[in-house]
């Protein structure tokens, strides 16, 4: 059984509230880049990115950050993993860099992203905004903007559907005895 937990509307104020915030925290945009984690953790970022320069009035840094070789996982299933570009145009020193990610479990993707990010350069600070805060950490990783905390059991699965990429905007969480969802 699947239960929508955000529909188009909850998801569109969470974004901006997380704009608001990140804008807020940083006193305004100056010095801030906005990464985005693949996949869905990019199409939240576009929107965020997006939502700060109509704010602003400025054009921030935004890049993409793909974290499959960075991943502690690797041995133990993913056989074939397929690795896309990571695109960081601009340099990491100094800035605000504020990495977006659609849900946040166990920590480790947040742990690989941190990573990658640090090969590119030396940012100022490195800040985390995600979408969903599932819980069940498995490292000592926070995050400094949320959407909505949403409490699930382990075995459940949190989909994040995007306009973009799934021509629609939804948060689920599914139900672990339903096996035909992905």
Same mark, same amino acid.
């Given at each position: 059984m699947n239960s929508v937990v955000l529909n !188009?509307?909850?998801i569109s104020r969470a974004i901006t509230r997380i704009t608001h915030e990140i804008l807020?925290? =940083?006193? +305004?945009a100056e010095n801030v880049a906005i990464v985005g984690i693949r996949?869905? +953790?990019v199409t939240l970022a576009k929107?965020? &990115?997006?939502?700060? =320069?109509e704010i602003e009035g400025i054009e921030v840094d935004f890049g993409i950050l793909d974290i499959t070789l960075y991943r502690d996982d690797l041995a133990i299933g993913k056989q074939n993993p397929i690795? !896309?570009?990571? &695109?960081?145009?601009? &340099?990491?020193? +100094?800035?605000?860099?504020?990495l977006i990610d659609d849900v946040l479990f166990t920590g480790r993707t947040i742990r690989a992203a941190i990573d990658a990010l640090i090969d590119f350069g030396r940012p100022a600070t490195v800040q985390l905004g995600v979408l969903i805060d599932r819980g069940h950490r498995e490292l000592p990783i926070r995050p400094d903007y949320v959407g909505k905390n949403i409490p699930t059991a382990k075995t459940n699965r949190v989909q994040v559907r995007m306009l973009e990429d799934d021509s629609m905007d939804e948060v689920c969480i599914i139900d /672990? /005895? =339903? /096996?035909m969802d992905k």
């Open positions: !188009e509307k909850d807020e925290k =940083n006193k +305004g996949t869905r +953790g929107r965020i &990115h997006k939502k700060i =320069n690795v !896309e570009k990571t &695109h960081l145009p601009f &340099h990491l020193e +100094g800035k605000q860099v504020i /672990s /005895s =339903n /096996s």
